[in-house]
């Protein structure tokens, strides 16, 4: 007995030493899970928040040292500008060989804006937004006589760990302008609301979107609870409600769907209630509150759910007519090719269609998901959308030259200088008689017809008869017609001082043709910094004195843009740097606590282990004397 007991304590303290030796040497409290569950679940949490707090130190750091790459490139681009800017201003009153000279200059500093667009960093775009690196590594390329962006309007995004993700790169919009706005669609294409109709896309009838869950059904006095929570499409709506009425009573009448909502139709004798359960609004959003108790076949409505337009939209499913079959007419710089949608079914058809012509834009569904826009990618060339020989251009509302067309948009946003107080221009018609018109204070194109029908008919021409004006049927501008008898000639000129007649394109000093179109004045360019460094390189090299000066005037919004781009890039780079050093103080932290649940503490395993190591000779020495007796010592 004595020695079972002796080798039980030796092996208890051996054990006790293994233990603290292993501490010793590996300077873990634990080596199993087993050792203590709590704490290991502990670490095993903390291990992997370290973990993880290591990527997104890492994440911080490569977006710190890209914002500090922009921050770099935008303040060389903004010195360009300022240098681009001096020389403009320098050459006002310069002669003819020294404006071609700087010209070359400008055409360098161009070529460096090029440079500082394509920068990147191990192999990222720094300006081509979330859209990383071309495959030719060019975010900015030549493209059919001017510049192209390839890259996004969106940044990329670094994972902090933190709810908020923070931009990382910029993009060539937000420093330079690099895409066109103007050709958005002002038609509302009101797509139907059809039982393919993705609830996800409905704006709702409170324009609050949709919110789904259960609705409460009675018929006749009946009460069931419909889940709707999971409804995917309309037809998902209209089938689960329509199944419950039926399980109640079939004949008692039926839910349908309209083009913009739905309706629901009861028999005679019978009442249908669709309403909202609790604080729900499931009913409210899909226009569902209804109520059928009238005579029997009477329909009660539901209101607009608003439906948005997305690529997955059905042609077929809007409510505006359009002309498909004729296409577009589209002008991007000297390029002209025509859109063909006669084949399109849906929206992603027509943007296929606009990708395919390889011009440089984009069609795209406009934030409220209501029209399209027709976006540029190509800077320092003009673009033009026009009919081809139907209306699609006008239905689709993407037109460059139409009713709505401002009068301010012409010659890329100088608009017409209208003097006051007089006609600005003269028409001669064939048969001798002049009428002016006074272009002050004309705001469209549609105004502007307007006006010179007006003048026409005060001065006795009967419009549409002996003299028109109306749109060209391909392409843009207007087209003027003559018909009056006689042989003085047909002519559109200036009044006095006034250029309105050159600035809207309608010069005619050629009296021989009855006919006469106007050139487009309204077409559409990136106002960008590229596009005023070319039109200041350009304006050099032609001595065009008033050229030159719009173009350092643009400049100088230009600069603005890259000096604001530029402070928005400090400030994302300040937050990366807060959220570093944050990061840097939880990383400390969670080492702190890990090592209070994970490591030994060294001083006193040690002085345990030196206390065991008495507690083994001890029992060693006791063990050995005890076991010196035997049976016989205790019988005597």
């Known amino acids: 007995m004595q020695g079972n007991l002796m080798l039980s304590r030796l092996r208890q303290t051996n054990t006790s030493m293994y233990d603290l030796q292993r501490q010793i040497s590996t300077g873990l409290k634990q080596s199993v899970p087993s050792d203590d569950p709590s704490a290991t679940s502990g670490i095993m949490f903390l291990q992997d928040a370290l973990s993880s707090r290591g990527q997104y130190q890492s994440n911080l750091g490569n977006a710190l040292a ?18 681009s800017q001096t020389i403009a201003s320098s050459l006002i009153n310069a002669s003819t060989e020294e404006r071609q000279a700087q010209a070359l200059v400008i055409d360098a500093q161009l070529q460096a804006m090029m440079d500082i667009g394509n920068l990147q960093l191990n192999g990222l775009s720094i300006f081509g937004g979330n859209a990383g690196a071309a495959d030719n590594g060019l975010i900015f390329e030549e493209f059919l006589g001017g510049i192209r962006y390839t890259g996004s309007d969106e940044n990329l995004a670094a994972d902090s760990g933190v709810l908020e993700e923070y931009a990382f790169t910029s993009n060539g919009v937000e420093a330079f302008g690099a895409l066109s706005a103007r050709v958005a669609s002002i038609i509302d294409l009101d797509p139907d609301a059809t039982v393919n109709t993705k609830i996800n896309t409905l704006d709702g009838v409170k324009d609050l979107g949709v919110t789904l869950g259960e609705v409460s059904l009675t018929v006749d006095g009946t009460q069931v609870m419909v889940d709707l929570s999971d409804a995917n499409t309309l037809g998902d709506v209209l089938n689960r409600l329509n199944l419950a ?20 139709t009861n028999a005679a004798g019978h009442a249908i209630v669709i309403d ?39 042609l077929s499913d809007l409510s505006v007519p359009i002309d498909l079959a004729s296409g577009l007419r589209i002008t991007q710089g000297e390029q002209t090719r025509t859109a063909d949608f006669s084949s399109a079914n849906t929206v992603q058809d027509l943007v296929n269609e606009i990708d395919r012509l390889q011009l ?3 069609l795209e569904v406009n934030d409220e998901g209501t029209g399209l826009n027709l976006v540029s990618e190509v800077s320092g060339i003009s673009l033009s959308v026009g009919e081809n020989g139907g209306t699609t251009a006008s239905d689709l509302g993407i037109r460059t030259y139409g009713p709505n067309t401002s009068l301010s948009d012409f010659r890329n946003g100088l608009g017409i200088e209208p ?29 502007l017809i307007t006006a010179i029908e007006n003048a026409a008919t005060a001065a006795g021409l009967t419009v549409g008869v002996n003299f028109s004006v109306d749109y060209v049927s391909s392409g843009n501008g207007l087209v003027f017609t003559d018909s009056t008898p006689g042989t003085d000639g047909f002519t559109i000129g200036r009044v006095g001082q006034s250029l309105v007649a050159d600035q809207l394109g309608m010069l005619k000093e050629d009296s021989t043709a009855l006919t006469f179109t106007s050139s487009d004045e309204a077409q559409v360019r990136v106002e960008n910094v590229f596009t005023h460094l070319t039109d200041l390189r350009d304006s050099l090299l032609n001595d065009d004195t008033l050229g030159i000066t719009i173009a350092a005037g643009k400049l100088d919004v230009d600069t603005q843009q890259v000096t604001q781009a530029r402070a928005s890039v400090g400030v994302r780079a300040q937050r990366v740097e807060r959220q570093i050093e944050r990061s840097e103080d939880l990383k400390l932290m969670e080492k702190t606590m890990l090592s209070d649940l994970r490591d030994a503490d060294l001083t006193e395993v040690i002085t345990r282990y030196s206390q065991l190591q008495i507690e083994l000779q001890a029992s060693l020495q006791i063990g050995a004397q005890n076991l010196q007796y035997s049976l016989l010592d205790f019988l005597r």
């Open 66 to 83: 890209v914002l500090n790459d922009i921050d770099q490139a935008l303040g060389e681009s903004n010195n360009i500008l300022v240098e």
């Open 245 to 264: 009425i039926d399980d109640i009573n079939p004949a008692a009448g039926f839910l349908q769907l309209g083009t913009t909502g739905f309706e629901l």
């Open 276 to 314: 909202d359960v609790g604080n729900g609004r499931v009913a409210t959003d899909l226009g569902l509150e209804l109520a059928s108790t009238l005579p029997g076949g009477v329909t009660t409505f539901g209101g607009d759910v608003q439906p948005r337009l997305t690529l997955t939209t059905e």
């Open 360 to 362: 440089g834009l984009r």
């Open 419 to 447: 003097i006051t107080g007089q006609d600005d221009m003269q028409f001669t018609l064939n048969n001798g008689v002049s009428f002016g018109v006074d272009a002050s204070g004309l705001g469209t194109v549609d105004e």
